[in-house]
């Protein structure tokens, strides 16, 4: 490889989400999102808020108490992007309102200052697993029409309020995680549906038409913003070279990438056609849905990417907040939560994007969680995450001398927050440690880790480092 320093535009970042991250799940006038129900998005998930019961997500880390010296610590590391959410339910507090909640929208008014004046530029998720729990409870979610009429409501008022200040959006995060994780992406419960699989495709219309037209007004309010589609895109692969392996792991893969197809290419896809008649699935499309699709497309992909795994034909699919689990590949090393390290899937991933769809891509999310703590002498030293990291962006600088535009890179969790999937603390991405347990203990003091500098280092040499 030639290429041996990211170039400069490149953006060099960190990405949380505001449900794992901010608590304050009830204060200055939010109201509970579908996330806080739950302890962990991919387990069971209540009704409505049980009043005692230990949720992770109405702490968390107290970001929204914090985030001056959260964001400080982030500049001190020279982070230039910082990836968040805005929390539908600080906003609309129940989704549904005439008018938006005035203390949220001044939140986000100072929470993107402080990464300004800091040099940071905020990349900002529209709908991060937080959809207001009364639409869920009211109106059924994302299956339900009505939904994007509030969502558009939402999109509107936030673009017009920081306009001046967030170039760069995404409309729903891992929109293809309907298959896999549907309360938390699509505010529905599959178990309450008479046809599953017809909601799953309802709701994903209806978030297609609600990110096209999001996108529209993002155009037409900030015209100088970028819109991103955003999905989670570890990768699978065939566990052998059966061809029903083979064939059936490009079917699963195509699986995810349909949400792709639509928000960026424009149109269904021809072979959506078939899984739908094999499902008994029918859309339902109002006149002009289609062709507002057609109209605004996204200008980039988003996407994750923890791990790779493997396929064989046949087997259930299941998946969590990490991508499919499937068969293990003898040929990669775990984590303790399971998840395979694949750095090269990763080119693999971006080169397959690129492909498909030439436009700009951007990792927003990539990272490993590991149960961790300071040592006899106080330190913490993570040096299975700086393997991990490094590693990863050198697979990075391979694609882009493969070809790959690439608009930037955020580490997933610079600072440890809950986990999404699990609820847990303990499984720990951060580049600064929080002093807090699974059961909510701690003094939430925050601490630099021994990847701090390093991932401080990487962004000051632009990768040179790397290769030293």
């Not at 108490?65 to 982030?74: G, N």
């Not at 995060?173 to 495709?201: M, S």
């Not at 900030?222 to 955003?230: E, F, R, S, V």
Request: charged share 25%; net charge negative.
């Amino acid at each position: 490889m030639e290429l041996k320093q990211f170039p400069k535009e490149f953006l060099f970042g960190g990405a949380i989400a505001a449900n794992q991250a901010e608590g304050a799940w009830n204060v200055d006038g939010k109201g509970p999102s579908t996330t806080d129900v739950s302890n962990g998005i991919v387990g069971p998930v209540d009704d409505n808020v049980i009043e005692g019961k230990f949720y992770p997500s109405h702490e968390a880390i107290d970001f929204y108490h914090r985030y001056k010296e959260d964001i400080a610590l982030m500049a001190e590391m020279g982070l230039q992007c910082f990836r968040t959410s805005i929390a539908w339910p600080r906003i609309f507090p129940n989704g549904d309102e005439e008018q938006p909640n005035e203390k949220g929208l001044q939140f986000y008014d100072d929470l993107f200052d402080e990464l300004l004046k800091h040099g940071m530029e905020p990349v900002v998720t529209l709908s991060h697993y937080e959809t207001p729990l009364h639409l869920a409870n009211t109106y059924g979610g994302w299956d339900n029409r009505e939904l994007i009429g509030f969502f558009t409501k939402f999109s509107e008022v936030v673009f017009k309020r920081y306009k001046n200040k967030v170039k760069y959006w995404m409309t729903f995060n891992e929109i293809n995680n309907l298959h896999t994780i549907p309360f938390a992406t699509g505010a529905f419960r599959p178990e309450r549906k008479e046809n599953p699989v017809q909601a799953l495709y309802q709701a994903a219309h209806h978030q297609f038409v609600a990110s096209a037209l999001a996108t529209k007004l993002c155009k037409e309010i900030i015209p100088d913003a970028k819109m991103g589609a955003m999905l989670s895109l570890s990768v699978p692969y065939p566990n052998t070279c059966h061809p029903d392996d083979v064939f059936e792991t490009y079917q699963l893969r195509r699986r995810s990438l349909f949400f792709a197809d639509v928000q960026i290419r424009g149109e269904y896809p021809r072979y959506i056609k078939r899984v739908w008649k094999e499902h008994n699935v029918e859309v339902h499309m109002e006149q002009g849905d289609e062709e507002i699709i057609r109209q605004y497309p996204v200008d980039y992909l988003g996407f994750s990417y923890y791990r790779s795994t493997t396929h064989k034909a046949g087997t259930k699919i299941i998946g969590n907040t990490g991508g499919i689990i499937g068969t293990p590949n003898p040929y990669l090393e775990s984590t303790p939560w399971g998840w395979q390290i694949d750095p090269k899937g990763l080119r693999y991933v971006c080169n397959e994007l690129y492909d498909r769809y030439q436009i700009p891509l951007f990792i927003v999310e990539n990272g490993i969680g590991m149960d961790e703590g300071p040592n006899d002498n106080g330190k913490i030293i993570d040096d299975e995450r700086i393997r991990y990291l490094d590693l990863h962006l050198t697979e990075i600088l391979e694609a882009i001398e493969d070809g790959v535009e690439m608009m930037g890179y955020t580490w997933w969790g610079p600072i440890d927050i809950v986990s999404a999937g699990t609820g847990e603390m303990k499984k720990r991405y951060g580049f600064i440690y929080v002093d807090k347990d699974n059961d909510g203990n701690g003094t939430l003091d925050r601490k630099k880790k021994k990847s701090f500098d390093h991932y401080k280092e990487v962004i000051a040499s632009r990768g040179k480092n790397l290769f030293e």
